[in-house]
C-alpha cells in the first residue's frame, strides 16, 4: 500500500503561480510513476502530468505544457507541481496518483483545490 497526502492549493487571482507538494509513504519502492490529475466541477476526472519515480522523464497535457513543470525528491518521496500563469480554467481538485510497476494508478491522494479568480 502506498499512502499519498497533497498540500499547497489555495486561491490566486489569473496569471499567479501555486506549487502542490505530494508526499508518498508506505510500499514507495513499488512505485513506478506519480502524476497528478484534475477535476472541476461537472466534469470528467483529467490528466495532467506525470513523471518516471526512477528515470525523472514526464509528460503533459497539452492544455498545461510551457505553464506547469512536474519534479520529484526521491529522499523525500515527494512529488512537486508548479504552475505558473494560471488560467480559471485551471480551477479543480487536484489530485497526486501512483502507479505501481505494469499496473494504473491504484493509489490517490484526497485532493487539494486550486482556485484561480479572474
Known amino acids: 500500500q502506498v499512502q499519498l497526502v497533497e498540500s499547497g492549493g489555495g486561491l490566486v487571482q489569473a496569471g499567479g503561480s501555486l506549487r502542490l507538494s505530494c508526499a508518498a509513504s508506505?510500499?514507495?519502492?513499488?512505485?513506478?510513476?506519480m502524476g497528478w490529475f484534475r477535476q472541476a466541477p461537472g466534469k470528467e476526472r483529467e490528466f495532467v502530468t506525470a513523471?518516471?519515480?526512477?528515470?525523472?522523464?514526464?509528460n503533459y497535457a497539452d492544455s498545461v505544457k510551457g505553464r506547469f513543470t512536474i519534479s520529484r525528491d526521491n529522499a523525500k518521496n515527494t512529488v512537486y507541481l508548479q504552475m505558473n500563469s494560471l488560467k480559471p480554467e485551471d480551477t479543480a481538485v487536484y489530485y497526486c496518483?501512483?502507479?505501481?510497476?505494469?499496473?494504473?494508478?491504484?493509489?490517490w491522494g484526497q485532493g487539494t483545490q486550486v482556485t484561480v479568480s479572474s
Open positions: 496518483g501512483a502507479q505501481p510497476s505494469g499496473r494504473g494508478y491504484d493509489y
Open positions: 508506505g510500499a514507495t519502492w513499488s512505485i513506478y510513476a
Open positions: 513523471i518516471n519515480w526512477r528515470g525523472g522523464s514526464s
